[in-house]
């Protein structure tokens, strides 16, 4: 069973360019979530899809992200303008959609905003 | 403001140590607290969990006490490896399905 995969991998923009990433969770999971941590603190929760629907998004920062996940598959993460303090580790988990089930994380996107 | 505080950042032990990482919650809605462990390059993977009904829960050489009065929850790793050396999370959740996690602790063990 192929796990999480996101891309790219990295990513080096200027500030006020444009960043997508992308996710593509475990086939079958219906819950997806996006994660990121800054400058080694801890990681924090952004949103939560359950299918192509936003059941939880407290914790985007701002209306500068936007996140999506058409036919409730893979999962994009836009950032535009993007600002010097988004850089970090953006991280995407999926599960299959009980509670306190084992969330699994992909290898993370490393966004580096000059 | 941080609701689950993990210390120590960093953690150096020798092979054959206990490495011992704390954390402290604050939301007592919590009630599923996992452990992740996350290698350079790799995404956090699930190492062990437990539930506030029982004070303690043992896989192997990784073991987690729960003192659910003090809300405060430990990872002990006995006989530690060089193979271990890697940051570990500690989390916390509830209904709520997010993951609220602690700063990590980069553990090296030396060998």
């Known amino acids: 069973e192929a796990g999480v995969t996101q891309f790219p991998s990295h990513s080096v923009i200027e500030k006020g360019q444009t960043v997508t990433l992308r996710c593509d969770p475990i086939?079958?999971?219906?819950?997806l979530y996006w994660y990121r941590r800054v400058m080694g603190k801890e990681i924090k929760f952004l949103l939560h899809?359950?299918?192509?629907?936003?059941?939880?998004e407290s914790g985007m920062p701002n209306n500068r992200f936007l996140a999506e996940r058409t036919g409730g598959t893979y999962s994009t993460l836009k950032v535009q303008p993007a600002e010097l303090e988004d850089s970090g580790v953006y991280f995407c988990a999926s599960s299959r959609g009980l509670p306190r089930e084992t969330q699994y994380f992909g290898p993370g996107t490393r966004l580096l905003v000059l | 403001q941080q609701q689950v505080k993990q210390s120590p950042q960093s953690l150096i032990v020798q092979k054959g140590g206990i490495s011992i990482i704390n954390c402290a919650y604050e939301n007592t809605a919590f009630d599923y607290f996992p452990w992740y462990q996350q290698f350079p390059g790799k995404g956090p993977a699930l190492l062990i969990a437990?539930?506030?009904?029982?004070s303690e829960k043992k896989e192997g050489r990784f073991t987690i006490s729960f003192n659910k009065s003090a809300k405060q929850f430990s990872l002990h790793i006995m006989d530690s490896q060089p193979g271990d050396s890697a940051t570990y999370f500690c989390a916390a959740t509830g209904s709520a399905r997010q993951l609220t996690f602690g700063s990590g602790t980069q553990l090296t063990v030396l060998p």
């Open positions: 899809f359950v299918k192509e629907s936003k059941q939880d």
């Open positions: 086939s079958g999971h219906d819950n």
């Open positions: 437990i539930r506030p009904d029982v």
